[in-house]
Nanobody, 123 residues
Framework: QVQLVESGGGLVQAGGSLRLSCAAS????????MAWFRQAPGKEREFVAL????????YYADSVKGRFTIFRDNAENTVYLRMNTLKPEDTAIYYC????????????????WGQGTQVTVSS
């Protein structure tokens, strides 16, 4: 099993940047595909970005492509989401998640979730 704890959320003006972190417990972090999802009020949870076990491959939702970067440090058991050029529509609770499946974008395939961190972008 793996436990996930997100941090780094906050309030930022449109055009600003934030970096989210997700610290994982356990010795098997490097065996999981890691992803970020987000959920805005009244909306379903949506996929944001994922990174495979070896950090060799990443995938992004079209809405964040070119603005967000996901990366991981397997030695530190941490995955990050660098968010640039933030927009008000990026406002949501951001969750990190772990899956044993490769390149998976469906949230139902992620067995482990953090508690979430709030990101609010003001216009």
């Amino acid at each position: 099993q793996v436990q996930l704890v997100e941090s780094g959320g906050g309030l930022v003006q449109a055009g600003g940047s934030l970096r989210l972190s997700c610290a994982a417990s356990g010795r098997t972090f490097s065996t999981y595909t890691m992803a970020w999802f987000r959920q805005a009020p009244g909306k379903e949870r949506e996929f944001v970005a994922l990174i495979n076990r070896s950090a060799g491959s990443t995938y992004y939702a079209d809405s964040v492509k070119g603005r967000f970067t996901i990366f991981r440090d397997n030695a530190e058991n941490t995955v990050y989401l660098r968010m640039n050029t933030l927009k008000p529509e990026d406002t949501a609770i951001y969750y990190c998640a772990a899956s044993i499946r490769s390149y998976e974008r469906r949230n139902t395939e992620y067995a482990y979730w953090g508690q979430g961190t709030q990101v609010t972008v003001s216009s």
